[in-house]
Structure formats: structure tokens, C-alpha cells
């Protein structure tokens, strides 16, 4: 069996590891200095940094920082690419790096293209880029392009790209959001009237319960360890729900705090490990055993007599089965739920990454209204963001769909009027598999690793006539998801923008970002320049002034007359970071026509036949970015294997190492067996790599691919 490394997370290897890091850029003073700046961490959308620091939180909390915060800084600080390089190396050799091979080329320091029918990527001047990327988008029909951002990206940036793209007419604007947490958005937009978490970071510390769901913050948000054990010193209890056992979701050592760096703490008191594709039926049985707080339900819900008449017909012993986990432990979680007085729910892709993953979230919801968790201090619904800005890019109106208030005022300030929708992020690449778009313009991100059907994705995304691409530094979708013209152009990274940003945390707070000096020598140019740059080529400047709209001052000026609830924002360099408006429900009065928060009958899926892949990260990884391909804490050396639980793996034959076959409907890979615990009938395999995997079946209401409810089939080679 694949055993960790360690038998806590966090501790005393995670220090060395991040010293080793810091050392490693040569300029460890310079590395110091770059965390304790005044901008926002890079990686996840927890939220650190900005004016008090960067290693302090937005309640004021000293020091704050993990391993992900200093290997996006570290690679940020690593010298330029070499142009011999691109002279030495042809596309298929770029096109067998791996995720951290590309990561650890080095910063892109001048722009490049790729020609149609060349082998080899180029450098060209700024002005070839531009005039490439600006004739491209005049020479065709706004609504044969797409836009893309990823979360990185600061409001600035974000804003003016999807103010850029309207203004030339496409609808068809997206975010990475689509393919993580779009199902929480549509979800929780339902259940109480927005499409974000309910809660603030301080709510934490007032809770006294806390179910994370299909997360594994241990690795990809550690810093939200630290409030799960500070919950349970006060007493507080912690329910994991999740197939597979993570060892930093059972114990962890927590570096800033010397008793848990000594001894480890426990993170969870009760840990259970549902079928893929059971979390429904779960959430469902707990809704039919927990007691409900019929004050809060006759007062500040609707819609809950439906769901009590479904309840009435509810078998338990039916929902033992499709969830698979013993009725006997759902009891036990039923009851800690029953017990709490103030309990917040948070989750992240597994619960999101299914067919059904917007049904996953409604289901949840359904729980914390019948406690009554939703509307006081303390207490709500919180999706675990990962992007350190993707909920202020969405924020922004990067999407093909704007609410009404924000279209209106985007109308009366700039004179556009919005399309009512455009494509979605998998509905742009389906039109580019079809040979229906001419233009991409791609802020950030790997689009390519983000998508199912890496064979799929790849065909599409090579089947656009030019892509445009900002980007700090290359990975893998440059080389597999170029158009037949490809233009690939370096930017500052945040804490090296010559003017502020703005970033928004998954508690709807606001950071303000200083920028600093570049640390790397190149031709970078911020976000902001070179959109305008290519809108100036694109558009002409009849209509708008592209040097104002360089500004990010005026950005924010125009941020705050158009995106509901960032008022402030043009004031932020004055009067401070802020909470954005009409989010955080602390009274019970919710953003819905009748102010109430609303129920959902939720049905439960079949259990599914056969083994299920879930796709996962490991702790030396950052969304598609790939820093270390040992994975510590599940013992897995290589990237290469296929986890299993041990009765699945003797019914197989397999043994720890073995080699084995695993293959879906678009894809077949050979890997290793690591044989781990996690739910019968489920195997887990690294993402991005195992995409080759995924069909492209998506959640109907959100369009967000199922990466973690794949049918696959094992056998031994």
C-alpha cells in the first residue's frame, strides 16, 4: 500500500521545503521581501496580503503564509527564457514537457509567435505581436472569437477585457470558473440570491461545526487548516466527507503554532468516505435524521413542505446503499450536525466536478437551512475558491451572461449595450472544434489542461486561426493549444505592476495590491497595456481613449459605477480594503425577490456501475501547475499511477507497483497501481495528466465537465 512520507501534514518538512524554495531563487532577502510586500498572495483565493501585509489576513492575523504562496513566488522570480532556446526546440519537443518542466523554463521575457506552418516558436517585437493579435480580431466577425481569463488576473485587467470585448461586439466571455465552480455559483444563486460564499473569514472563528466536502484544503489551501484546529481547541467538531483519505485532513502540524508543530494535531473528528457520485444521497439522509430549526424554516425559507413530502417517501437503508457510507456513521455525523449551534459548510471541486454537481451543492444547502446555518455570524455556505482572484474576475463581468443592473450601468457609463449571453467556456471550444472561430484571446491560464479530452481539447483549440496569449510564464497548453497562428506575450506578474490592482478573496473582500519592480530583466508589459494596445488595433480610438483606459484608477472609477456592490472601490487607495455589499448574510433577510432563502427537492442519482475516476491535485501542485511531482502526503513518487482501494486491487490481481491498464470512453493510459484508502469502486489519478480520461459530459446547468465522476475501466498489464 502507498504509505505518506510523513505522518502529519505541514510541520517541520513543509518549513525546510519552503527555505529550500526561498534559497533556491538566489536572492533570499529579495524573496523575503516580495511575501511580506503589500499585495495579494498569488495561489489561492483564501485571501492574504494586500495593505496590511503579505502575510497577514483579512482579519489581521500574523504570519500567514504556505508552501503554495512561496512556490508561485519562487518561479515568479526565476530569469528568462533564453530565445536560443526557441531556435533549439520545435514544437513536438515542447509538446513532450511536462507540466513542471514547462513551469521550470523560467519567466517568458519577450514576445513569440508561431506562423502558420512553422515548427518552431519565434521571437517578434511588440509591435509585430500586436499588429499580429489587432489584425486578427479586425479582420473578422465579433462573434467568431472568444475571451478567456483565468483567475490571476486583477479587477483591473479583468474589467477592461470584458469591457474590450463587448465593445467589439462578442458575447462570448468567459472565466476558468466554468470548469471549477460554476455549479456553487448557479447553486447558491438559487438557494439565497448570490453567487458567492455567505461567510466571512471571521465567521470561522465563531462556528462551532464545519463539514468540508470534497476538498482537500491540506494541500491546496493549507492555511485553512489552521481554523479547522483552532475550531475543534474550542471544542468545535470538523466532518470530512470524502472518498479518498488525506492524510492532512486527518493530522496536521501546524508550522506557525508550536504545541501542533510538536505533537500534530487531529484536523477531523469524524471522516466519511462516500461513494463517487453519493454525496447526494448522503446530504439527503442527514436532511431526514438532523433536527430542524422550524423557526428559521417557517420565517426566512420557502419551498419546504415539497421537500419534507420527498423526505416522507425516503428509504434510509436505500440511502446507505447509493451513498456508501454505513447508515451507522451517517447517524453519528447527523447527530454533531444536530448539536451544533453554528455550522458552516464549505466544499470545493468534488463536490462541483459531477453531472449532477449543481444539484451536489443544492443538496448541501438544504442541510444548512434546516439547521438554520445560513443568515447569522458564525454560520453559512462557503465554496473553497482557488484562483486568488477568480471570484473578482467573474465580479467583473467576465462572463457571457451580465446581470441586469450591471448591463444598465455598463450601458449608461460606456455606451455599451450587452448581448443578453454568448458561449460558455466548453460552448467556445465546441465552436472551435467546428472550425467556427477565427480568434482567441486567452488572459492567463492553461485552457488546454483545464479542458476534458486532452485529444478533444487539443484538436479544437489547434483549429482557431490565432490565438492570443498573456501569460508570465509558458506551460503546456501554449505548446498544445496554439492556433494555426500563435502570439504569446509576457506580463508583469502582480507584485510587479508599475500601478495597483485590485483582488477579490472568496469572502468577498477586497484587497488592494501595490505592485513593486520587476524581477526579472525582459520586454513586460502589465495586462492592462496590452489589451488596450490590442483594442487600439482592433477598434481604432474613435470610440474610446485606450490611453485612459490605462488607468487603473480610472478603471476602478469605472468599476464602481458599474459592478454591483464594489462602491467603494474607487476609493480603496483612501479609505481602505472593503467587504463587497450585499453578499454576506450575517440577518436573515436574503438577495432573493421575497427575501428568503429557498429550498430545492433534490433527486438522488443512481448509483453508478463500475469503477468511477475522480480526478485530483497533489500537494506539489497549483491548480494545472505542477511544482514537484512527488506527491508527500499519499506516498506516490511518480505522477504516473492509478489510487485504489485494496479489496478492488485483489479482485484485480494487483499488487503496490503493478502495472495497469485504465481506460474510458476517449482515452487509455498505462500507470502504476498505488493501492490507498478510498472508497470501494473509485480510483483517483492526477490532473491535468489523466484529462486523456475525461468524456465530456457536463452538469446541464452549470456546463461544468464531470472530471470526478469519469466511468472507467482497470485491469492489470
Known sequence: MARPRVNAAGGLPAIAYVMRKAWGTGEFSDTLKRLKSKNTCKTCALGMGGQNGGMVNEVGHFPEVCKKSVQAQAADMQPAIPESYFRAHDLTALRRLSSAQAENLGRLGFPIALRPGADRFERVTW????????????????????????????????????????????????????????????????????????????????????????????????????????????????????????LGLRRFRLPSDARSLAAGSQVSDLYLQPRIGGDIALFTALLALVDWDEGFVAEHTSGAEPLREFLADVDLSGLDESSGVPLAQIRQAAALVSQARRGIFMWSMGLTHHEHGTDNIRALGNLALARGFLGRPGAGLMPIRGHSNVQGVGSMGVSPTLKAAFAQELEQRYGITAQPSGQDTFASMQAALAGDVDVAVLVGGNLWGSNPDSAWASQALQNIGTTVSLTTKLNPGHFHGNGRTAVILPVLARDEEQQATTQESMFNYVRLSEGGQPSVEGELRSETDVLASLAAGALG????????????????????????????????????????????????????????????????????????????????????????????????????????????????????????????????????????DIARHAVAMYYPEANVLVDARLDPESKTPAFKSVPVEVRKV
Open 127 to 246: 509591435d509585430e505581436a500586436l499588429r499580429v493579435g489587432g489584425d486578427a480580431l479586425r479582420t473578422t466577425q465579433p462573434d467568431r472569437t472568444f475571451w478567456y481569463a483565468s483567475g490571476r488576473s486583477g479587477n483591473e485587467s479583468a474589467f477592461l477585457m470584458q469591457l474590450i470585448a463587448r465593445a467589439y461586439g462578442s458575447p462570448n466571455i468567459h472565466n476558468c470558473s466554468f470548469y471549477c465552480h460554476n455549479a456553487s455559483t448557479v447553486a447558491l444563486t438559487d438557494i439565497y440570491g448570490s453567487g458567492t460564499a455567505s461567510t466571512t473569514l471571521d465567521d470561522l472563528s465563531k462556528a462551532d461545526l464545519v463539514i468540508v466536502a470534497g476538498a482537500n484544503p491540506a494541500s491546496n489551501h493549507p492555511r485553512l487548516v489552521t481554523q479547522l484546529i483552532t475550531l475543534r481547541r474550542r471544542g468545535g467538531k470538523v466532518i470530512v466527507v470524502n472518498p479518498l483519505s488525506e
Open 541 to 676: 480610438s474613435d470610440r474610446f481613449d485606450w490611453n485612459a483606459l490605462r488607468s487603473h484608477a480610472g478603471l476602478r472609477a469605472g468599476i464602481a459605477a458599474v459592478v454591483p456592490g464594489y462602491e467603494a472601490i474607487d476609493r480603496i487607495a483612501a479609505d481602505g480594503e472593503f467587504q463587497v455589499s450585499g453578499r454576506t448574510f450575517h440577518e436573515p433577510h436574503f438577495a432573493t425577490e421575497d427575501g428568503r432563502a429557498r429550498f430545492h427537492v433534490v433527486d438522488v442519482p443512481p448509483a453508478p456501475d463500475g469503477f468511477r475516476l475522480m480526478t485530483i491535485r497533489s500537494e506539489g501542485q497549483f491548480n494545472t501547475v505542477v511544482y514537484d511531482e512527488e506527491d508527500l502526503y499519499r506516498g506516490n513518487g511518480r505522477r504516473d499511477v492509478v489510487m485504489l482501494n485494496a479489496v478492488d486491487a485483489a479482485l484485480l490481481g494487483l499488487r503496490e507497483g503493478d502495472r495497469v491498464e485504465v481506460s474510458s470512453a476517449v482515452g487509455t493510459m498505462r500507470v502504476h497501481a498505488a493501492i490507498v
